[in-house]
C-alpha cells in the first residue's frame, strides 16, 4: 500500500503557510515541516503549525534547502514512506494533487523507470518540454522541485537533493542525476500548482517604466544574496 509523506522545508514563514499546509495534509498521511534556521520572529507561526497538528523539525542554523529537504526525507522514509511530496512554503497544491501523481505511478510499469512525478503547469507556463510514455505521460528533463512525489525506490538508488547548492538548482541537479540513473520524470495529467518564482518589480529604463502594448513589463527581482547562488 502506497504512503506519501510531504517536506515542506521553510524559512521566514509567513501566517499565510498554516491555512495552506494544514489544507495539504487531508491529501498525506504526514506533513513534516523542517525549518531552516529562521529568526525568532517566526516563532509563533511554526507554533500555529504545530498546533495544527503538524509535525516541526527545527533545522538550528540557516543550512539551505537541500540540507532541510535531506531532514524530511530521512524521516519519512525512515517511518516507511513509499513516496515523499517536497513543497516549497509558498506554493499551493489543488486538492486532488497526491491522486493524481499518485495515478500517474501506477499506470506506470517498472520498466519505465518513473522516478518523480510532477505537475504539468506552474500557474499557466506549461512544464512538458519531451515527450511521452508509453502510457501517455509527459516527460520533462528538469522540473521544479516544489510539488515533486519521489518514489522511495528512486531516492534511495540515486540518493538525496545536493546539499552543496544552498538555494537553486537542487532540483536541476537532481533531475540530471536521476536520469543518468536510467530513471524519469513526467507531468501527472490535468496538475496545475501556484508557485511564486520571485517578486515582480516593474522594468524601468533610466528610471522611465517600460511599458508594452500599453502595459507595464515587470521582471522576476531576487535579492542579491540569492542573485550570488544563482551565479
Same mark, same amino acid.
Request: aromatic share 6%.
Given at each position: 500500500?502506497?504512503?506519501?509523506?510531504?517536506?515542506?522545508?521553510?524559512?521566514?514563514?509567513?501566517?499565510?503557510?498554516?491555512? !495552506? #499546509?494544514?489544507?495539504?495534509?487531508?491529501?498525506?498521511?504526514?506533513?513534516?515541516?523542517?525549518?531552516?534556521?529562521?529568526?525568532?520572529?517566526?516563532?509563533?507561526?511554526?507554533?500555529?503549525?504545530?498546533?495544527?497538528?503538524?509535525?516541526?523539525?527545527?533545522? *538550528?542554523?540557516? !543550512? *539551505?534547502? /537541500?540540507?532541510?529537504?535531506?531532514?524530511?526525507?530521512?524521516? /519519512?522514509?525512515? !517511518?516507511? /514512506?513509499?513516496?515523499?511530496l517536497t513543497i516549497d512554503q509558498d506554493s499551493t497544491l489543488p486538492p486532488d494533487y497526491v491522486a493524481r501523481c499518485m495515478s500517474a505511478?501506477?499506470?506506470?510499469?517498472?520498466?519505465?523507470?518513473?522516478?518523480? +512525478?510532477?505537475?504539468?503547469?506552474?500557474? @499557466?507556463?506549461?512544464?512538458?518540454?519531451?515527450?511521452? =510514455?508509453?502510457?501517455? #505521460?509527459?516527460?520533462?528533463?528538469?522540473?521544479?522541485?516544489? *510539488?515533486?512525489?519521489?518514489?522511495? $525506490?528512486? #531516492? &534511495?538508488?540515486?540518493? #538525496?537533493?545536493?546539499?552543496?547548492?544552498?538555494?537553486?538548482?537542487?532540483?536541476?541537479?537532481?533531475?540530471? &542525476?536521476?536520469?543518468? !540513473?536510467?530513471? $524519469?520524470?513526467?507531468?501527472?495529467?490535468?496538475?496545475?500548482?501556484?508557485?511564486?518564482?520571485?517578486?515582480?518589480?516593474?522594468?524601468? $529604463?533610466?528610471?522611465?517604466?517600460?511599458?508594452? @502594448?500599453?502595459?507595464?513589463? =515587470?521582471?522576476?527581482?531576487?535579492?542579491? +544574496? &540569492?542573485?550570488?547562488?544563482?551565479?
Amino acid at each position: 500500500m502506497s504512503s506519501v509523506i510531504a517536506v515542506v522545508p521553510t524559512f521566514r514563514p509567513d501566517s499565510t503557510v498554516v491555512a !495552506r #499546509l494544514t489544507a495539504l495534509s487531508a491529501q498525506v498521511e504526514a506533513v513534516i515541516v523542517v525549518d531552516d534556521g529562521s529568526p525568532d520572529d517566526a516563532a509563533p507561526v511554526l507554533g500555529q503549525l504545530r498546533s495544527s497538528g503538524l509535525e516541526v523539525v527545527l533545522g *538550528g542554523q540557516n !543550512r *539551505g534547502i /537541500a540540507a532541510a529537504l535531506n531532514a524530511g526525507i530521512r524521516i /519519512a522514509l525512515d !517511518r516507511g /514512506a513509499t513516496h515523499v511530496l517536497t513543497i516549497d512554503q509558498d506554493s499551493t497544491l489543488p486538492p486532488d494533487y497526491v491522486a493524481r501523481c499518485m495515478s500517474a505511478f501506477e499506470i506506470s510499469p517498472p520498466s519505465s523507470r518513473v522516478g518523480i +512525478v510532477c505537475a504539468e503547469s506552474i500557474g @499557466d507556463a506549461p512544464t512538458i518540454a519531451g515527450g511521452r =510514455t508509453p502510457e501517455g #505521460l509527459g516527460i520533462l528533463r528538469v522540473a521544479i522541485q516544489s *510539488g515533486f512525489v519521489i518514489s522511495a $525506490r528512486c #531516492l &534511495r538508488d540515486c540518493g #538525496l537533493f545536493d546539499e552543496r547548492l544552498f538555494i537553486d538548482y537542487v532540483d536541476t541537479e537532481y533531475c540530471l &542525476r536521476i536520469a543518468a !540513473r536510467g530513471y $524519469r520524470v513526467v507531468a501527472a495529467p490535468g496538475t496545475r500548482i501556484e508557485h511564486a518564482l520571485g517578486e515582480k518589480m516593474p522594468l524601468r $529604463r533610466f528610471g522611465v517604466p517600460v511599458r508594452r @502594448d500599453g502595459v507595464e513589463v =515587470t521582471y522576476e527581482y531576487h535579492s542579491p +544574496v &540569492r542573485r550570488y547562488f544563482i551565479t
